[in-house]
């Protein structure tokens, strides 16, 4: 691989930190679940910052990972 492919793709690699991140907010977000409008904004806010940093340069691909997101989550019981 490359010098110059590895280093873009180190900035989209999701360390720990990352991980952490995204559970604190799991956590924080969890006792917003209702049966009106489902859990998929709650969980499009909890991966929200590790998504950005996987589509950094790619905001098409940022959002139909969004939208997959809101999709699948209300349409599962």
């Not at 720990?16 to 679940?33: E, N, P, Q, V």
């Amino acid at each position: 691989m490359s010098k110059e492919k590895n280093t873009i793709q180190e900035g989209r690699v999701l360390n720990k930190k990352d991980i952490w991140r995204a559970m604190r907010r799991h956590y924080l977000a969890i006792s917003t679940y209702n049966y009106d409008s489902g859990f998929a904004a709650t969980l499009v806010w909890e991966l929200f910052p590790a998504l950005s940093k996987i589509y950094k340069d790619d905001p098409d691909g940022l959002q139909a990972s969004i939208d997959n997101q809101f999709k699948f989550y209300n349409c599962n019981p």
